[in-house]
Nanobody
């Protein structure tokens, strides 16, 4: 089993920045793709960004390209999401996810991921 714990969410104003962190524990995760998703009430969980095991490949949803950056530190079993120029439409619960499969791809569908954190709320006021 893998446990994922997110942190770093909060209430900010439009244009501000936040850095989300995801701490993994339980089993080594440095060979698996990890990602960030977000969800608002009444909507499906949406892919935000993903990163392969060594950081060699990243992928972003169009809405956050140029503003968000995903990174990982395998020595610390951490994944990060740096969010700049935040907009009110970025308001959501953000989830960290891990795909427990040794394939170098970054799926964008939530059902491709095996483990999930509990989420951290990000609220951006206008």
């Amino acid at each position: 089993q893998v446990q994922l714990v997110e942190s770093g969410g909060g209430l900010v104003q439009a244009g501000d920045s936040l850095r989300l962190s995801c701490a993994a524990s339980g089993r080594p995760v440095n060979t698996y793709t990890m990602a960030w998703f977000r969800q608002t009430p009444g909507k499906e969980r949406e892919f935000v960004a993903g990163i392969t095991w060594n950081g060699g490949l990243t992928n972003y949803t169009d809405a956050v390209k140029g503003r968000f950056t995903i990174s990982r530190d395998n020595a610390k079993s951490m994944v990060y999401l740096q969010m700049n120029s935040l907009k009110p439409e970025d308001t959501a619960v953000y989830y960290c996810a891990l795909r427990w499969k040794l394939v170098v791809t970054i799926p964008t569908m939530a059902n491709e991921y095996t483990y999930w954190g509990q989420g951290t709320q990000v609220t951006v006021s206008s």
